[in-house]
Each structure stands twice: as structure tokens, then as C-alpha cells.
């Protein structure tokens, strides 16, 4: 006979998952609040890297999933709340004057609609996230305010709803209002000042564990100095198929033109040849265009310069091998590829009426999305400042933390297990690409000022013949050079 008692004890003992909204109004009610990803881990008693998840597609259970629900509904009714305050004063405001509401005056231009960064448009104009027709800029962008009416999810490519969170279309969500904040705390400083204690002032082990912590400390830093900011970061996009391994140990189909070039010929005689070793070459790099939104696909010999991504391309002939390196890298096979927003603009560039120097690229196929070249910059700038001032106090600790923080952090956001909080195997091969443009820069600008160019390698190797102090400046700086070697080729 079937035990009724077990059955009603069962019952009785069950409990139904507390529901949560969506992966982005999550992060949307955080952000809202200034929270960072830190600080509420810490309410919850998880790592930022989990709350990080449950804003990208997991889910918590249990005691935890309740106490993160109850903060999330605590944010709706707070929010809630403030706006219903602004709304009423706004309304009395307005009700005590005679002057009309904001509107486009005579000229065309767009008024103030009351945020610093938004602009109401006298015309629509396409959405840097989603292409459809928006009546708001924000920041000088197209876009719509309100994510209901944002289509960048899927835009590029229908996909299953049995598809898994990390491989479907993850909307762009604009941040809307932006709130008042604080400078950034000194996250860096906090944090070494931490590992000293912690080890009795032992150096070397409080290196070790900093350096350890490198990749979910810079995904903190990147946090704050995203709070406020113009655009939400899309932690896990749909990617087209050329960013995905090929196989579980291959590589994606993306080309980041890496340099590895030596001069075929020097003249006769002995000659003093100075390697110089470039500063901070990835810290540099995070100042590159950026797509903002789920890539998507276009054809055509066609570059618009207000979007970013990859690129299949055929390459330009290059006829000056014997004394400068190709912007494309070392390729040996011919034929079109696939390159990055970087090493195309680098083409582009030098294949311009200032330069000349080869045939403009043909563009075949793109994917790409609205872009911005400051996305990162406040994070860049926090690590650069905090590495100037370990440079100059001789902190030897806080400059392998940092090093460690931004070389991990662009290294580890592609697919990696180390990294689970940002997915951008695009954004990786971007800054990585952008490294090596830069290289290929600083040697085209010792070629012009007449020092003779001998190699070039990765993303921070140098030879060059000449007085390069005239054309460089020495030192540790992100802007400066220092000396690696310095050896004699030849015969006297």
C-alpha cells in the first residue's frame, strides 16, 4: 500500500525556486545602485566571478539563490522608488513655468534631453547596437534607451532557443541614466597593501598570491570603472563561426598579423645594433576600437569607420620587405584571410594618400558592430597610473600585480577557463592585433626619422640601427623605450 504519510512529508518539505529576472535586468538593478560585482559578492558571501556568472547566464540555488533574489526585488522597489520622486519633481517643476518642453530648435541640431550624454535627434538615425531607427544619441551614438526596443539580440543570426545562454544573442543594454559617482577606489593599492599584511611583509610570497588573484582582480577594477559608464559591457555574445576553435586544442580563423621580421640585408661594414624593448605594449593596446554589441554579418568592399570587428580581406602586395616589416605579419601563403578592426585600419592607413605605400585592401566579408575607442580607457588609465607610481616609488609587488592584471586580462578573455566573467575572443584578438600595429608604428617611425630598421618581433622588440635616443625617449613609461641588448653584427 502506497505510505500517504511519506508522500504528504514530502510535500510539506518541498519548495518551489524563488524566480529571478532576466540575466540582464540583474546587472542592470546592480549597476543602477553603483554596486559593484565586489561589494555585493561580498553581502552574499560569494566571489565577484559568481555574481558575475548569474549576470551572464547561470543560475544560484539554494539559501543563496533566495538571498540574491531578495536583493534584486529590495533594488526594483528602491529604484522604483527614486523614480517616482524625480517623476513628481519634475512634474512640480513644471508645472510652475510657461516654457514648453525640449524640442529640436531651427538649426537641426539635437537639444539636451537632460541627461549630460543624450541627445534627442531631429531625424531618426540608425542604432549603433541593433541598425534599426533611434530617436536618442548617447554620447554621440544612435540608440535606443529603452532595451524593449534595442533588436540587437540575434540581429546577426537566428538562433535556437535550445541553444545555451553562452551561445545566444545577448542584447547590449544601454545603461540609461547615468549616475553621479566617486572617483575609483584604489582597488590596486588596497589589494597589495592586503597581500603584504597578510604574508608579514614577505615580498616574494605576496607577490605569488597577487599574481594569482591577477585575472578576477582586473575583472573588479574593470567593473568600477565601468560603473556610470556610456554602454554596458556583453560579458558572453553569439560569435560567428571564424572565432570558434576549430577543434579543442586548434585555433579560431582569425589572423593578428604578429610580426617576426628581420632585415635580408645590411650594408658592409660593422655596425652597433640596439634592441629596445617597448613598454607596456598590451597596457597600450586597450585603447583600440571596440565593437559594443553582438557582431554582424555584411559583404561588400565597404569600411565604415563607426563600426569594429573582423574582416576577411586579400591583402595588398607589400614591395618594401628589405627595409620595413609587412603590416600583414609574417604570411607565407597567399589569398584572402581574416583580419581584426586593428590590423585593417593599420592597412588602410598606410595604403592612404599621406603614405602610399600600397594598394588600399579589398574587403570581402565583414562582422562587426557600433564601436567605440574608449571603452576601456578608464580601466587602461587606472592601470597605468598605478604602474607609473610603482615605477616611480620602486614597487617592484604592484608592478608584477599589474603587469599580471592587464597582460591576463586580454589573454584570458577569449576561451578560457580561467576567465569565466568575460567571453570576447573577438575583443582579445583586437587588443593583441592593436599591439602589434603599434609595433609596426613605432619601426615605420624610426624608418622616417633615418635610423635603419634591422627586426621586428611580437609585440615589443625593436633592433635598430642609429641614434635612437634622438627619435625615442629612455625610460620605463608606456610612452618610452628602454634598452634590451646591444650587440655588434659585421666586420670592421
Known amino acids: 500500500m502506497t505510505d500517504f504519510g511519506a508522500i504528504d512529508a514530502l510535500l510539506a518539505g518541498a519548495k518551489k525556486e524563488v524566480p529571478l529576472p ?12 553603483n ?14 566571478s559568481t555574481v558575475g556568472g548569474w549576470e551572464s547566464g547561470r543560475d544560484p540555488s539554494g539559501e543563496v539563490r533566495e538571498k540574491y533574489a531578495y536583493f534584486l526585488e529590495g533594488a526594483r522597489t528602491k529604484l522604483a522608488a527614486e523614480a517616482a520622486e524625480e517623476t513628481a519633481a519634475e512634474g512640480s517643476a513644471s508645472s510652475g513655468s510657461d516654457s ?12 539636451d534631453s ?11 538615425q540608425p542604432c ?55 572617483d575609483t577606489p584604489d582597488l590596486i593599492g588596497t589589494a597589495v597593501a592586503s597581500a603584504l599584511a597578510e604574508h608579514s611583509g614577505d615580498v616574494e610570497s605576496a607577490t ?52 617576426k621580421w628581420s632585415r635580408s640585408e645590411l650594408p658592409a661594414g660593422k655596425h652597433e645594433i640596439t634592441a629596445l624593448d617597448v613598454n607596456g605594449a598590451y597596457l597600450s593596446a586597450l585603447k583600440t576600437h571596440l565593437p559594443l554589441g553582438q557582431l554582424e554579418h555584411s559583404t561588400g568592399n565597404h569600411h565604415d569607420r563607426r563600426r569594429a570587428g573582423i574582416h576577411l ?19 607565407d601563403e597567399p589569398g584572402p584571410l581574416w583580419v581584426t578592426e586593428s590590423t585593417l585600419r593599420l592597412l588602410l592607413r598606410v595604403s592612404g594618400p599621406k603614405y602610399g605605400l600600397c594598394d588600399p585592401p579589398e574587403i570581402h566579408e565583414s562582422w562587426t558592430s557600433g564601436a567605440t575607442e ?34 591576463k586580462f586580454v589573454s584570458t578573455m577569449g576561451e578560457s577557463n580561467y576567465n569565466r566573467e568575460l567571453y570576447r575572443t573577438d575583443w582579445m584578438h583586437l587588443i593583441r592585433s592593436q599591439a602589434f600595429a603599434n609595433l609596426w608604428w613605432k619601426a615605420h617611425r624610426a624608418y622616417d626619422e633615418g635610423l635603419m630598421v634591422v627586426r621586428a618581433m611580437g609585440t615589443d622588440e625593436l633592433h635598430v640601427i642609429g641614434d635612437w635616443r634622438a627619435v625615442f625617449a629612455e625610460g620605463r613609461g608606456v610612452t618610452e623605450v628602454k634598452v634590451k641588448d646591444v650587440y655588434t653584427v659585421g666586420a670592421g
Open 374 to 407: 574608449g571603452l576601456l580607457e578608464k580601466f587602461r588609465i587606472a592601470l597605468k597610473d598605478a604602474r607609473d607610481r610603482a615605477i616611480a616609488d620602486n614597487d617592484d609587488v604592484t608592478l608584477e600585480y599589474v603587469k599580471a592584471m592587464y597582460s
Open 35 to 48: 554596486l559593484s560585482r565586489a561589494q555585493l559578492a561580498q553581502a552574499l558571501g560569494v566571489s565577484p
Open 128 to 182: 549603433v547596437l541593433c541598425g534599426e531607427p533611434a530617436r536618442h544619441q548617447v554620447a554621440g551614438f544612435a540608440q535606443h534607451l529603452d532595451p524593449a526596443e534595442c533588436g540587437s539580440a540575434g540581429a546577426a543570426q537566428p538562433q535556437s532557443q535550445s541553444q545555451p545562454q553562452s551561445e545566444r544573442g545577448v542584447r547590449v543594454v544601454p545603461v540609461g541614466r547615468r549616475l553621479q559617482t566617486a
Open 22 to 33: 532576466s540575466t540582464e535586468e540583474r546587472r542592470t538593478l546592480r549597476e543602477e545602485l
Open 208 to 259: 605569488k598570491d597577487l599574481v594569482k588573484r591577477a585575472i578576477p582582480d582586473a575583472m573588479a577594477l574593470l567593473d568600477h570603472s565601468r560603473t556610470g559608464g556610456r554602454y554596458d559591457v556583453v560579458a558572453h555574445p553569439w560569435m560567428p563561426d571564424v572565432l570558434r576553435k576549430q577543434s579543442s586544442r586548434g585555433a579560431d580563423q582569425i589572423w593578428e598579423a604578429r610580426p
Open 100 to 111: 514648453p518642453g525640449d524640442t529640436p530648435d531651427d538649426t537641426g541640431q539635437a537639444e
Open 313 to 331: 580581406i586579400t591583402p595588398p602586395d607589400w614591395e618594401h620587405d628589405a627595409y620595413l616589416p609587412n603590416p600583414i605579419g609574417s604570411r
Open 114 to 124: 537632460g541627461d549630460d550624454d543624450v541627445d534627442v535627434l531631429t531625424a531618426p
